[in-house]
Structures are given as C-alpha cells and as structure tokens.
C-alpha cells in the first residue's frame, strides 16, 4: 500500500480508543443516546473515499485502511489495553466493519497477475547466459518451489514483516545425512528444507521441506544448490548473508524485486502472447505463488 495513504488513515484511528457507553439510571439502563461519528468514519462520508491535501486528491483504499487501523491497534495492545477493534461481546465492532465495507465498495477492481507456466521457468534457464542471469533464474525457480513472497528471496522497497531467508537456513538432506553447503553433489539430494525466520502470518522458525523432482531443468535441489553456493564462494561471506546476494566487479549487493519482475517480464515477452495467451504488462513477481 502507498505509504502516504496509510498516513491520511491513521491519524483519525487513534481515535477509536475512545468508548462510548450509555449512562445508567438507579431505573435501569436508560435508551442509548445517538452516538458522535467517530472521526475513522468521516472519510467514508466523502464520495468515493477521495481525501483533499493540499489539491491532491488520495484514494484511500480498503487494504490501506485495514492495514492502518491493525497498525494502529497493534500499537494500543502492546501497551496492555484491550483491542479497540473488538465491542463488548469480543467480536469486531460494527462501525470498523460498515468502515472497511465502505471502503471496498470504492475500491477498483483487483487486477491479478497471471501465473507462470513452466516454459517461462525453462526459457528464463536456457537463455541465461551471464552468472548473473543465472543467479536470477536460480533464485526466481527456487523460490517458485516455496511460495515465496518477492521480500523473502530479494530486495524490495520499504519494511516489510517477513525476512529475506538466509543462506544458512538453507539445508539439504540425503536421508538423515546432511552435507555441507560446499558438497560438490549439493545438487543430488533428496530434500531441502528452509526456516522462514519471521512471516507475515505471525509464525517465526517454521521450517517448510520440499522434495527434489525428476525434471532435468525445474527441479528445487538443483536452484538452491546454485543459489548457496554461489553466496558461499563471495569473497568475505558472511552466516548472515541472505540467497539474494550476488557480487559484480567486487561488489557486493543484493538482488532486486525489479530485477526478478525484470526477466519476468522479458521471458513472457520473448514468448509472446500468442502462445502464452497474455503478455508482458499481465505479470510481475506475483506471478511466482
């Protein structure tokens, strides 16, 4: 989400904090009077959920508000004091959900990536002529294997909640027996597993195994062992490097996310939608999951 946007969203949230409970009689409880608009609600009154600053109009979208308001909120928990979100029954108060309803209704339509199919993952190794093609290929593949979100095989803009892996959680197994990073049949065994330090769903030191395959080029064994061991052969490696880093004319540096959408892009362009069915502007790194 546009960082900008979240800004114009959380100010006004901290404002949810404040309850407003009907006052009690010595009768009974008393009807519950109208309630003030709280000020989270105030830009959903505007059309089409447009904000004004400075002549610049902002749309303010869903996610961008769900993400500010559990921001926010997370915030306000850590500090021991109840979850704002939540009404006196535990559930998540009706006017955070008219809220983020009103919201979606604006938003425009989701526009998906479209997923790879496996001979953009061939044509991206056959034609990688460089190591640093190479590297790409390897490490864009590897990832497809795992799921991965761009942040935790590359170098993207901005925090982000899960961690780029490193090569020392990387490990590979033949059986119970575990071979070192430098096994020159790295490639040959049967298992790989990698710790996911910290992910966005919370969880921290999972570990997820895949299996090698039978395919000569699209086979997890094979990238990954390109992958660690060509981390491991830049000079002054460290246990701390993460799999995108790559060292060009002395220099070390990572990996980007753009350069991954990159030869993306430039494998479905080289195809061409008339086999693929669409073309260059219809991908991205989202493509990979």
């Not at 497809?144 to 095989?153: D, H, V």
């Not at 892996?165 to 197994?173: A, K, Q």
């Not at 895949?210 to 052969?233: G, Y």
């Not at 993306?264 to 195809?271: D, L, S, W």
């Amino acid at each position: 989400s546009n960082p900008r946007q979240a800004f114009l969203v959380m100010g006004p949230l901290a404002n949810i904090l404040k309850r407003h409970r009907p006052r009690r009689s010595l009768h009974g409880p008393t009807p519950p009077k109208p309630q003030p608009i709280p000020p989270l609600l105030l830009y959903a009154i505007r059309p089409a959920g447009r904000l004004q600053t400075r002549g610049d109009p902002c749309q303010v979208q869903g996610a961008t508000a769900r993400e500010a308001l559990d921001h926010v909120c997370e915030a306000i928990k850590a500090t021991d004091r109840p979850d704002p979100r939540l009404d006196q029954s535990g559930k998540t108060a009706l006017v955070i959900l008219r809220q983020t309803r009103g919201y979606n209704k604006h938003d425009p339509p989701k526009k998906n990536q479209k997923a790879l199919p496996p001979r953009v993952y061939r044509h991206m190794l056959r034609t990688a002529q460089t190591q640093l093609a190479r590297a790409k290929a390897h490490l864009l593949c590897g990832a497809l294997f795992f799921a991965y979100r761009s942040c935790e095989y590359s170098k993207v803009n901005g925090a982000r909640m899960n961690e780029t892996i490193r090569v020392t959680n990387v490990r590979f197994f033949n059986g119970k027996r575990e071979p070192r990073h430098d096994d020159p049949f790295l490639h040959l065994d049967e298992n790989i597993s990698i710790k996911f330090r910290s992910q966005k769903n919370g969880e921290k030191y999972e570990i997820v195994t895949m299996h090698r395959t039978t395919d000569a080029l699209l086979n997890p064994a094979i990238h990954w062992a390109f992958t660690v061991q060509s981390v491991h052969s830049i000079p002054g490696f460290a246990k701390d490097y993460t799999v995108d880093m790559f060292s060009e004319r002395g220099v070390v540096r990572r990996i980007t996310s753009k350069e991954i959408e990159g030869i993306i892009k430039n494998a479905v362009r080289a195809i061409g939608k008339a086999v693929l069915g669409f073309c260059e502007k219809d991908v991205g790194t989202h493509s990979n999951r």
